[in-house]
C-alpha cells in the first residue's frame, strides 16, 4: 500500500505488537490483528438476552424506526464489538485505508464487520480522541462465543 505507515499507539507502546505486513509477494493487504484477547459473543445470545431483559416484544411483521433502533441500542449497550489492533496508520493526504475481513472468516468462523467495509480517512491519525487507533467492528453470527 503506497503511502501508509503503521505505528503502535502509545496504550500499547511496551505490548511487544508487531506492525502489520504483507505475509505473501502477492497477498493483497497486510495482515492486522487483535492487540489484546477479546471475545466476540454470540450475536444470537445476545439478541436474546437484551430482548428479555428489555422486554421488548416486537412482532415479526413490524417495523422499526431508525431512532427506536437506536434508543433501543443506547438502553440495552447492544452492538458491534470493538477489536482493537492497538495500530493506527499514517496516510497520505487525500489517500485512505480500507478494512475488511478475510473473505474466509464468515465460512470458517461465523465472524463478520458490522459495517462491512472500514473506512480510516487520512485525518483520522493521531485523533484527539483515541490517537487515531484502529478499531474492527466485529459481529459472531455463531450460537458460540469466540475467543479472538
Known amino acids: 500500500m503506497v503511502g501508509c505507515e503503521f505505528e503502535v499507539v502509545s496504550k500499547y507502546a511496551d505490548a511487544g505488537l508487531e ?8 497477498s493483497a493487504g497486510y495482515d492486522l490483528v ?12 445476545m439478541m436474546e438476552e437484551t430482548l428479555e431483559r428489555l422486554a421488548v416484544e416486537i412482532a415479526k411483521d413490524q417495523y422499526l424506526t431508525l431512532e427506536t433502533m437506536a434508543e433501543l441500542t443506547k438502553q440495552a449497550d447492544f452492538r458491534p464489538t470493538l477489536v482493537s489492533t492497538g ?14 475481513v478475510r473473505s474466509s472468516s464468515p465460512l470458517k468462523y461465523w465472524l463478520m464487520m458490522a459495517n462491512g467495509v472500514g473506512i480510516i480517512d487520512a485525518d483520522y491519525y493521531n485523533n484527539p480522541d483515541n490517537e487515531g487507533e484502529i478499531f474492527f467492528q466485529m459481529i459472531n453470527l455463531s450460537p458460540y462465543d469466540i475467543l479472538l
Open 19 to 26: 506492525l502489520p505486513m504483507r505475509k505473501t509477494e502477492y
Open 87 to 100: 495500530m493506527k496508520c499514517k496516510l497520505d493526504p487525500g489517500t485512505y485505508l480500507q478494512l475488511s
Open 34 to 45: 487483535a492487540a489484546d484477547d477479546i471475545v466476540i459473543p454470540s450475536y444470537y445470545n
